[in-house]
């Protein structure tokens, strides 16, 4: 986990359909061994059918496998102090597999989770004028919505939506 390396580059992560099988079981053994701080707020997921969602043979042995190991990483995360929905939440959707399609539709959520407190524009110290990191979301307070100003996009957390003037409507993120 690049984020429990350093905590303070990367305070925000998304752990999208992690491998837990790759390297002999190595991410969940750095995840146990892991005593230092971890980033901000994590989002863990992935489906229940990692491997048979993607694959002529289905093995379900296989998919329950990969999802004790995803909730054996919660759980080592939770004893760790990390606490869902305060800088920790996690999802293990039922009948996902692993791929961009339901990569996208976790996406949202995930988003809403790790960028929903980071609020107004902070100030770049090098300048006079206000600016935003260009990772940075800004809540707009007249209509809720989260605007990123480097890249002009408008996303809305109650419709799971987003727009851009030169596309000039609302679409989902996955169209």
């Known amino acids: 986990l690049g984020g429990s390396q ?7 992560v998304l752990v999208e359909s992690p491998s837990f099988w790759h390297a002999g079981g190595r991410f969940l053994e750095d995840v146990r061994r892991h005593t ?9 997921a992935m489906g229940t059918r990692e491997f048979s969602g993607t694959r002529q043979e289905k093995r379900p042995d296989v998919d329950k ?6 909730l054996d990483c919660v759980h080592i995360l939770e004893k760790r102090g990390l606490r869902k929905e305060q800088h920790f939440d996690w999802w293990l959707q039922e009948g996902a597999a692993h791929n961009e ?7 949202p ?18 300048s006079n004028a206000g600016s935003v990191h260009p990772s940075e979301w800004v809540r707009d307070p007249n209509t809720g919505y989260l605007f990123h100003p480097h890249s002009g996009w408008h996303y809305d957390p109650g419709s799971q939506m987003y727009y851009h003037d030169s ?8 169209q």
């Open 6 to 12: 350093m905590p303070d580059v990367f305070g925000r």
């Open 167 to 174: 596309h000039g409507q609302w679409t989902s993120y996955h």
């Open 65 to 70: 496998l990969l999802s004790d190991y995803f």
């Open 109 to 126: 959520t995930a988003l809403k989770f790790l960028l929903d407190d980071w609020g107004e524009p902070v100030e770049d110290e090098d």
């Open 101 to 107: 399609a339901d990569w996208a539709r976790r996406l």
């Open 36 to 44: 230092g701080p971890w980033p901000e707020r994590m989002f863990l």
